[in-house]
């Protein structure tokens, strides 16, 4: 079955722009979560979603924002772009079982801010 | 807090020779650790997870990992590594029921001829 998917691949926005990502998970899944992977802070939990509601939030200013439709696909957004926002955001999803830990993880999208 | 240590930034490991890579984590209940491998601009994929039961655990690509509860670690092993290992390799903590995974920093590998 396929994978999660997350679309675009790659972005370059400018300075003060705002970006949405879109992250659609293994077919099944229930919960989503994203990450920001960055040289200087590595991989940094932003938040996580289940049945459309978000349920755990990691420390990122309220730029960071995301939500989650009714078929579990997710988005997230950035607003008022800075150049260090730049980095590759991955999205995990998760079937979503109270056992379930395993989280699969995407491609990423590769996000440049200039 | 749930926090993840990977002593070593980088190795560099012969075509053949064994590899280990060390992972020491801080949590305070019994943790889910998983060691994920990413390629350059790629996302991770799981090598292997430790849930409970036997603290020796087999991965895929030959790989395997020892969760010790006394030393906290969680160290990965190939008895011998392929060119194609050459990758960024990551520990992770997370805790049941709970989606949100703490990682470490990262060990990167590289492998010579």
């Known amino acids: 079955k396929a994978g999660v998917t997350q679309t675009p691949r790659y972005l370059i926005k400018t300075r003060g722009q705002q970006v949405t990502l879109s992250c659609s998970p293994i077919?099944?899944?229930?919960?989503v979560s994203w990450y920001q992977q960055t040289p200087g802070q590595g991989l940094q939990f932003l938040f996580e979603?289940?049945?459309?509601?978000?349920?755990n939030k990691g420390n990122f200013p309220g730029r960071f924002s995301g939500r989650q439709f009714s078929n579990s696909r997710s988005e997230m957004n950035v607003s008022t772009l800075e150049l260090g926002d730049s980095a590759l955001y991955l999205c995990?999803?998760?079937?979503?079982?109270?056992?379930?830990?395993?989280?699969?993880f995407g491609q990423g999208t590769r996000l440049t801010v200039v | 807090a749930q926090s993840v240590t990977q002593p070593d930034i980088h190795i560099t490991v012969s075509e053949g020779a064994s590899l280990e890579l060390r992972c020491n984590y801080s949590?305070?209940?019994?943790?889910?650790l998983f060691w994920y491998v990413q390629s350059p601009g790629q996302g991770l994929q799981l090598l292997l997870k430790?849930?409970?039961?036997?603290?020796l655990v087999q991965g895929i690509k030959g790989f395997e990992a020892e969760f010790k509860r006394s030393q906290s670690s969680f160290n990965l092993r190939k008895p011998s590594v392929h060119w194609s290992d050459a990758a960024e390799y990551f520990c992770?903590?997370?805790?049941?029921?709970?989606?949100?995974?703490?990682f470490g920093a990262g060990t990167t590998v590289t492998v010579r001829a």
């Open positions: 995990a999803s998760y079937l979503g079982g109270l056992r379930d830990t395993e989280a699969f």
């Open positions: 949590y305070g209940a019994t943790p889910y």
């Open positions: 077919s099944g899944h229930r919960s």
């Open positions: 979603y289940f049945s459309e509601t978000q349920r």
């Open positions: 430790y849930f409970s039961g036997d603290t």
């Open positions: 992770a903590v997370g805790a049941w029921g709970d989606y949100k995974l703490s």
